[in-house]
């Protein structure tokens, strides 16, 4: 039940962006989001690797998977990259997104401006996923969306929203005439300011905010006010996103 050294060395390579690119592949860990991505069919799957309990009692779920590999814990230790004991690693094929200029021009989206943190992107992926938000746009500068990490925190989201890397201006460009709202420190209060879609809501990076170059192509600045006595210098992006996107989605 041990893996090759050839295996080993293909699974550990997916942790890096450049192989996941190269294979475009990525992992899956985890008993929940392992079972999310398999019953979904929604992605092909290239291989699962698990304990044998694991394999044993999903047997169901793995009927259609051609290479299902069985190995110890402390194999699967080796190609992992969660703390806590893992049962299942799942390499999937990532998914070939196209952009529709005629869904979007129809929907509420994000566009996300140099967000670094896995983490972040990932709760914001989760954030889109819940208040059924299909399009999330990233800037070439931003984490990429298959990272393990952002994988994790995205509980699944990857399987619903759509998150396509592009340029703003080349999105601008393909819909210059949809509204765009974007976070800043000196804007209209999110809670006086109309706000509704279809549009596009801007998420600036953590620590500098919206660049000078998206700024100026805003339709809407809006602001998060802070409650009386609050200190706090800023709000951490995917706090600001969730707060944002419920007010546009309320009914």
């Given at each position: 039940m041990k893996l090759s050294i050839n295996q080993l060395k293909y699974f550990k390579s997916l942790h890096e962006r450049k192989h996941r690119q190269?294979?475009?592949?990525?992992?899956?860990?985890?008993?929940?989001?392992?079972?999310?991505?398999?019953?979904?069919?929604?992605?092909?799957i290239e291989a699962v690797v698990a304990v044998?309990?694991?394999?044993?009692?999903?047997k169901a779920l793995l009927r259609t998977i051609e290479t299902v590999l069985p190995v110890a814990e402390a194999e699967l230790k080796k190609i992992s990259l969660l703390t806590t004991p893992n049962q299942v690693v799942v390499v999937v094929k990532q998914?070939?997104?196209?952009?529709?200029?005629?869904?979007?021009?129809?929907?509420?989206?994000l566009y996300l401006d140099d967000i670094r943190d896995p983490g972040n992107l990932g709760t914001i992926l989760r954030i889109?996923?819940?208040?059924?938000?299909?399009?999330?746009?990233?800037?070439?500068?931003?984490?990429?969306?298959?990272?393990?990490?952002?994988v994790q925190a995205g509980m699944g989201a990857f399987l619903r929203i759509k998150?396509?890397?592009?340029?703003?201006?080349e999105l601008l460009e393909k819909l210059p005439n949809l509204p765009v709202y974007g976070t800043v420190l000196h804007g209209q209060s999110v809670f006086t300011e109309l706000l509704q879609g279809p549009a596009i809501i801007a998420i600036g990076n953590e620590s500098r905010g919206l660049s000078d170059e998206i700024q100026?192509?805003?339709?809407?600045?809006?602001?998060?006010?802070?409650g009386s006595g609050g200190g706090a210098e800023s709000l951490n992006a995917a706090v600001a996103?969730?707060?944002?996107?419920?007010?546009?989605?309320?009914p």
């Open positions: 190269k294979y475009h592949n990525f992992m899956v860990e985890g008993v929940k989001l392992a079972k999310e991505v398999l019953s979904s069919n929604l992605l092909e044998p309990d694991w394999i044993a009692q999903n998914p070939e997104l196209i952009f529709d200029e005629k869904s979007v021009a129809k929907s509420l989206s889109a996923d819940w208040f059924g938000i299909p399009w999330v746009f990233c800037s070439p500068g931003s984490v990429e969306a298959f990272n393990p990490k952002v998150c396509i890397e592009m340029d703003f201006y100026a192509k805003l339709t809407h600045r809006i602001s998060i006010p802070k996103t969730g707060i944002v996107c419920a007010l546009f989605t309320q």
